[in-house]
T-cell receptor
Framework: ELKVEQNPLFLSMQEGKNYTIYCNYSTTSDRLYWYRQDPGKSLESLFVLLSNGAVKQEGRLMASLDTKARLSTLHITAAVHDLSATYFCAVARVAGTYKYIFGTGTRLKVLA | DAEITQSPRHKITETGRQVTLACHQTWNHNNMFWYRQDLGHGLRLIHYSYGVQDTNKGEVSDGYSVSRSNTEDLPLTLESAASSQTSVYFC????????????FGPGTRLTVL
């Protein structure tokens, strides 16, 4: 069964600090996605990681994928208040029954 | 610009009523999805479709149905609404080929009394 776990579930951090969100998944997958959701809003795509060792960066966010460890990380550098949101990872598996499973999300609050 | 829309944005209904939530996309994507989002559960897949006349059950499909008569629309029907179906519903679409990033609609908040 494909399971996706994120940690931490809640993260409160000071502006200017660094932190990492972890996404573990249980079975083989060759693609992992990160999404952002602002309160009361829809989800928007941040990154798509398609191969082992893939690294994507945009602004203060950097995502990486280790398919052997079944782990993706979302690293936040020098956090600012505008990054406050809920971040979801998602994993897709096409072999057999199609599955696109989201993690439970990490609610990030950046304090001024 | 291409987009994905949902209607209504908010709906209050009574237990036992049939409810249909609309989803319309102009991306010309073959893949469309319905999710529900509840606190503590993240997003859970209800139904999905790979193309016209194709529909598939997701992990929480009981009590829901979909039909796909054209590329643009995937309406979600609650046959007999239950209080447990109170949730926020998101529709999404994606291309058939990698990367199949999903593009989400604005969501429908459904309350079943």
């Amino acid at each position: 069964e494909l399971k996706v776990e994120q940690n931490p579930l809640f993260l409160s951090m000071q502006e200017g600090k660094n932190y990492t969100i972890y996404c573990n998944y249980s079975t083989t997958s060759d693609r992992l996605y990160w999404y952002r959701q602002d309160p009361g809003k829809s989800l928007e795509s941040l990154f798509v990681l398609l191969s082992n060792g893939a690294v994507k960066q945009e602004g203060r966010l950097m995502a990486s994928l280790d398919t052997k460890a079944r782990l993706s990380t979302l690293h936040i550098t020098a956090a600012v208040h505008d990054l406050s949101a809920t971040y979801f990872c998602a994993v897709a598996r096409v072999a057999g029954t199609y599955k696109y499973i989201f993690g439970t999300g990490t609610r990030l609050k950046v304090l001024a | 610009d291409a987009e994905i829309t949902q209607s209504p944005r908010h709906k209050i209904t009574e237990t036992g009523r049939q409810v249909t939530l609309a989803c319309h996309q102009t991306w010309n994507h073959n893949n469309m999805f319905w999710y529900r989002q509840d606190l503590g559960h993240g997003l859970r897949l209800i139904h999905y479709s790979y193309g016209v006349q194709d529909t598939n059950k997701g992990e929480v499909s009981d009590g829901y149905s979909v039909s796909r008569s054209n590329t643009e629309d995937l309406p979600l029907t609650l046959e007999s609404a239950a209080s447990s179906q109170t949730s926020v519903y998101f529709c999404a679409s994606s291309e058939s080929t990698r990367p199949d990033t999903q593009y989400f609609g604005p969501g429908t908040r459904l309350t079943v009394l």
